[in-house]
């Protein structure tokens, strides 16, 4: 099945600089790539995603870019701000595996004042 | 819309005992799927459902069952708890071919 890999576990950063997690899949018929923040003691919730015919997306301070031929897609945000601090996680499916979603292991950011 | 709800929030129980995970959507969404999450190890895949009477498993499905009567209800049982599921379980649901997973608020567990 599909094994997704992130990188780095922990992040910590300066207020207003960048912050960038990767994420490596192994199904390469994989299509669907959407990124979760966990707030502590919250539920994971959507904050980007995107599908392997796009190479960039962006949303406001969010972007993420998708390299297929590598096999990674990475989650980018700019100027960072406090309420930036969560965990992020990387997820995955294939379109052999049409429902299932493969999860990171979850990068926890820390965005310093 | 309540969205994705589940209960109850927190639950301790004894190794050996049983008891069902409730989790309801009024979305009309056809998938719905549970995950456990645990430090260091993301969300892993417990059951999925794509559909009322049709359910499979994931990548953990070991100790636990459900079932999918109604496309609102997705209950979660643990035949016979262990401490090794001490955990937080997250319920989710999805409209087929839209791709966007709705997550629940979660239920902690502690199996002593």
């Known amino acids: 099945g599909e094994n997704v890999e992130q990188h780095p576990s922990t992040l910590s950063v300066q207020e207003g600089d960048s912050a960038v997690i990767k994420c490596t899949y192994s199904?390469?018929?994989?299509?669907?790539f959407p990124w979760y923040k966990q707030e502590l003691g919250k539920r994971p919730q959507l904050i980007i995603d995107?599908?392997?015919?796009?190479g960039e997306k962006k949303d406001q301070r969010i972007a993420v870019t998708l390299n297929k031929t590598a096999k990674h897609f990475s989650l980018h945000i700019t100027e960072t701000q406090p309420e930036d601090s969560a965990v992020y996680f990387c997820?995955?499916?294939?379109?052999?595996?049409?429902?299932?979603?493969?999860f990171g292991a979850g990068t926890t950011v820390t965005v310093r004042a | 819309n309540a969205g994705v709800t589940q209960t109850p929030k927190f639950q301790v129980l004894k190794t050996g005992q049983s008891m069902t995970l409730q989790c309801a959507q009024d979305?009309?969404?056809?998938?719905m799927s549970w995950y456990r999450q645990d430090p260091g190890m993301g969300l892993r895949l417990i059951h999925y459902?794509?559909?009322?009477?049709?359910?499979d498993q994931g990548e953990v499905p070991n100790g636990y069952n459900v079932s999918r009567s109604t496309t609102e209800d997705f209950p979660l049982r643990l035949l016979s708890a262990a401490p090794s599921q001490t955990s937080v379980y997250f319920c989710?649901?999805?409209?087929?071919?839209?791709?966007?997973?709705?997550f629940g608020p979660g239920t902690r567990l502690t199996v002593l």
């Open positions: 997820a995955a499916r294939s379109v052999l595996n049409d429902y299932k979603l493969s």
């Open positions: 199904d390469s018929a994989s299509n669907y």
């Open positions: 995107i599908r392997s015919n796009v």
């Open positions: 979305m009309n969404h056809e998938y």
């Open positions: 459902s794509v559909g009322a009477g049709i359910t």
């Open positions: 989710a649901s999805e409209q087929a071919g839209v791709d966007t997973q709705y």
